[in-house]
């Protein structure tokens, strides 16, 4: 497999208690990208490190605020707006990262600084009609389906252009590119495929029309393989169990939604 890219899902990853504990996953987690871009001749400063807090509570987010994270990343609109609540005292600006259903779009624009899985537009619409009347706007990423496993969420590659397209007419939603979930597998041979098809995605939207993409980033990876998607020209990474250890339930059980 040539690199040793840590593709392990069943990895034991220990529990961060303290703020020392976090700034050291941190730093760990910030010289794998580091390491992972110089293999692809990028820079750091080109790939967002996007904290996932899902299922942790409080108390301990509060500490990983302390240890420098100010942005975070939820996969359930719920818990991520109960959070926003319970820490409306700390800097911090949240990212709804998993799928979402329309009803669900009032919270959303209630709190959320960004949401990463357009995947349809009665979404869209009905995010925009909440965001008009919160008198705002929310950066959002459009999700892909690149593994074609019927688990997942996103649009078939296909549809992408049509519906870039179509979220042109939502002033309220500013496009900043692509995300996509990697097919869950330990074969380096079988992840990469996934981003590789979004890096092509958004050229495709690019020489069709740049506006389409607006900033063009591509938000894929997550602990087990964001090392590949960096290589691959990922511009955020997902980490949630490789910054504060891991979940009580496997990330098996959340899948298609994990982080």
């Known amino acids: 497999m040539g690199e040793n890219y840590g593709l392990s899902h069943d990895e034991e990853y220990a529990t961060a208690l303290t ?10 987690v910030d010289e794998r990208i580091a390491a992972a ?34 942005k975070l990343g939820e996969n359930k609109v719920q818990e991520a707006h109960r959070k926003s609540h319970e820490m409306a005292d700390l800097d911090i600006d949240w990212a709804v990262i998993g799928h979402l259903q329309s009803n669900k779009a009032k919270e959303v624009a209630k709190f959320a600084r960004e949401f990463q899985a357009l995947d349809r537009l009665k979404v869209a619409r009905a995010l925009d009609r909440r965001l008009q009347g919160e008198g705002r706007s929310l950066d959002v990423y459009v999700q892909v389906n690149t593994s074609a496993e019927d688990s997942k969420f996103g649009m ?31 074969d380096v041979e079988r992840v990469r495929p996934c981003f590789r098809m979004l890096a092509e995605l958004r050229e495709q939207a690019r020489e069709t029309d ?20 960096v290589e691959e020209g990922s511009n955020c990474v997902r980490v949630g169990q490789a910054i504060f ?7 098996s059980h959340y899948w298609p939604e994990n982080g």
């Open 19 to 28: 703020v020392a504990d976090f700034r050291t996953n941190i730093a760990e």
């Open 37 to 70: 871009a110089a293999r692809s001749g990028r820079e750091r400063s080109e790939i967002e490190l996007l904290p996932v807090s899902k299922t942790v509570p409080q108390e301990r987010i509060r500490l990983a605020v302390e240890a420098g994270c100010h």
């Open 156 to 186: 078939p590659p296909e549809e992408l252009l049509g519906f870039l397209r179509a979220v042109r007419e939502f002033d309220t939603l500013r496009v900043q590119g692509l995300m996509t979930l990697a097919i869950f597998s330990s």
């Open 210 to 229: 740049p506006e389409l993409i607006g900033a063009g980033r591509l938000s894929m990876g997550m602990s087990g393989d964001f090392e590949v998607a």
């Open 245 to 251: 250890g891991k979940r009580s339930v496997p990330d």
